[in-house]
């Protein structure tokens, strides 16, 4: 199986900063895309930010110039700079990956997985 971990949510005040981590472990053959969705209290989950396995980088415009999404390819991590927050960005942040596996035919098969979410908590 595979697992997401996700950690560095918190409490930080309006202007201030957090990074978010998510370690993918398990049986993985190699992960395309990594993405970040949040979820706010009565709403939808959204897409934040996704990175592709080229590192191509997408953000939702409501994060763009203070959200830097990154992954570390080695160690199967994906990371969330968040920068100058709002209390709008609060929500529990959920982790997302397009994670390659080998099926026991030999084939392989790209299957979805997600973390149990961070809560990040901005006050105004």
């Known amino acids: 199986q595979v697992q997401l971990v996700e950690s560095g949510g918190g409490l930080v005040q309006a202007g201030g900063s957090l990074r978010l981590s998510c370690a993918a472990s398990g049986s993985i053959f190699s992960i395309n895309a990594m993405d970040w969705y949040r979820q706010a209290p009565g709403k939808q989950r959204e897409l934040v930010a996704a990175?592709?396995?080229?590192?191509?980088?997408n953000y939702a415009d409501s994060v763009k110039g203070r959200f830097t999404i990154s992954r570390d390819n080695a160690k199967n991590t994906v990371y969330l700079q968040m920068n100058s927050l709002k209390p709008e960005d609060t929500g529990v942040y959920y982790c997302?990956?397009?994670?390659?596996?080998?099926?026991?035919?030999?084939?392989?098969?790209?299957?979805?997985?997600w973390g149990q979410g961070t809560q990040v908590t901005v006050s105004s």
């Open positions: 990175i592709t396995s080229g590192s191509n980088t």
């Open positions: 997302h990956a397009e994670v390659v596996r080998t099926r026991v035919d030999g084939s392989k098969g790209s299957y979805s997985y």
